[in-house]
């Protein structure tokens, strides 16, 4: 199956926002009495364009520009490794800067992966059997059910993996609640211009995939 500029357009935004959002996530900002990573201001649409990528174009594509997102993370994570070790020249005088903002532990690299294969992919999962289930109808059901689904497994795992043993659990319990929180009331609100985007594509490319027959396993990307 061929598509259009649309396609790629849609691809490259999900990826910026995928990077950008890995290399602004040290920065810790206060919304209220929750704290929360920078990131908060462009990660969850990741998710928002995952589902218009499940809507229109199906599971498989979906799965195809998740692990490219995966792929061009984990460039972008070596390069800022490879760019950390290298020795810097005497006129550079931020390296310690670099190293705090940039230098993400192992630790915190696994937590990062690995929940963002599994929030995007159960993301993916969820949208793509509730859209057979609802025969295509209430599209504001599957994107916000499946955010749900996505943004929750993504801020257990991420969360858990990353503090687990560092903080007290129940403060650990309220980070999560608060980070999940955020992320969905962040998915309701941009939901009508969710239902634009999914009615501008379908219209253009002239398709409405509906995942009959499909295998979901998310290794399978023939």
């Known amino acids: ?18 990077i950008t959002s890995n290399i602004i996530i040290a920065k810790q900002v206060s919304i209220g009495s929750i704290i ?18 499940t809507e229109v174009y199906g599971y498989q594509q979906a799965r195809r520009v998740i692990w490219l997102g995966f792929l061009c993370n984990l460039v972008t994570v070596v390069a800022i490794w490879i760019a950390k070790i290298l020795p810097p020249a005497p006129v550079f005088e931020a390296q310690g800067a670099y190293e705090r903002i940039l230098g993400s532990t192992p630790r915190f690299l696994l937590a990062s992966f ?11 999962f969820i949208l793509a ?12 059901t599957r994107t916000i059910g499946s955010t749900l689904v996505g943004q929750g497994v993504d801020t257990v795992v991420v969360l858990t993996i990353a503090f687990v043993g560092v903080l007290p659990l ?12 955020v992320k969905s009331v962040y998915e309701i609100i941009a939901t009508p211009l969710t239902y634009v985007v999914v009615g501008y594509l379908k ?12 295998d979901f396993n998310p290794l399978s990307v023939r």
Do not use: Q
Request: glycine residues 8%; hydrophobic residues 55%.
């Open 170 to 181: 129940s403060v650990l319990g309220v980070m999560i609640l608060g980070h999940w929180l």
């Open 1 to 18: 199956m061929t598509f259009s500029h649309r396609f790629v357009v849609v691809t490259a935004l999900f990826v910026t926002c995928l």
């Open 203 to 214: 219209r253009k490319e002239g398709i409405d995939v509906y995942d009959y027959g499909v």
């Open 129 to 140: 059997k509730m859209k057979i289930m609802t025969k295509g109808r209430w599209l504001w």
């Open 36 to 53: 929360l990573p920078a990131a908060i201001i462009i990660f969850p649409l990741s998710y928002i364009i995952g589902d218009i990528l």
């Open 114 to 124: 690995l929940a963002y294969l599994a929030g995007e992919f159960s993301n993916s």
